[in-house]
């Protein structure tokens, strides 16, 4: 059975760092690429940043390109994003969500994954 849990969403200040942890279960860790996206209230899913099964590739939305990293750790089945510099406009449920297996290559399309974390909100006040 697959599972993705969220965990490190909060309330921070413009300017400063969140960590978001997504802990995956089920299936081989380093066989599918994985991804975040978020959902600000009102608007539709948006896609944040992805990675590769073995880590080797990432790509970002323009949003956050410099300020979001996004990492895995196989010895963990977690993947990571650190988010820097945080804006009011981060201000949104952020999603972690991974490909089947066999699925290697990193997406930004959100209808390429299939497996999808319960969120975690994370809020930046001015």
């Known amino acids: 059975q697959v599972q993705l849990v969220e965990s490190g969403g909060g309330l921070v200040q413009a300017g400063g760092s969140l960590r978001l942890s997504c802990a995956a279960s089920?299936?081989?860790?380093?066989?599918?690429?994985m991804g975040w996206f978020r959902q600000a209230p009102g608007k539709e899913r948006k896609f944040v940043a992805t990675?590769?099964?073995?880590?080797?590739?990432?790509y970002y939305a323009d949003s956050v390109k410099g300020r979001f990293t996004i990492s895995r750790d196989s010895a963990k089945n977690t993947v990571y994003l650190q988010m820097n510099s945080l804006k009011p406009e981060d201000t949104a449920v952020y999603y972690c969500?991974?490909?089947?297996?066999?699925?290697?290559?990193?997406?930004?399309?959100?209808?390429?994954?299939?497996?999808w974390g319960q969120g975690t909100q994370v809020t930046v006040s001015s």
């Open positions: 990675i590769s099964s073995t880590g080797s590739y990432t």
């Open positions: 089920g299936g081989t860790f380093s066989s599918y690429a």
């Open positions: 969500a991974r490909r089947l297996q066999g699925m290697d290559v990193a997406t930004p399309i959100g209808s390429d994954y299939n497996y």
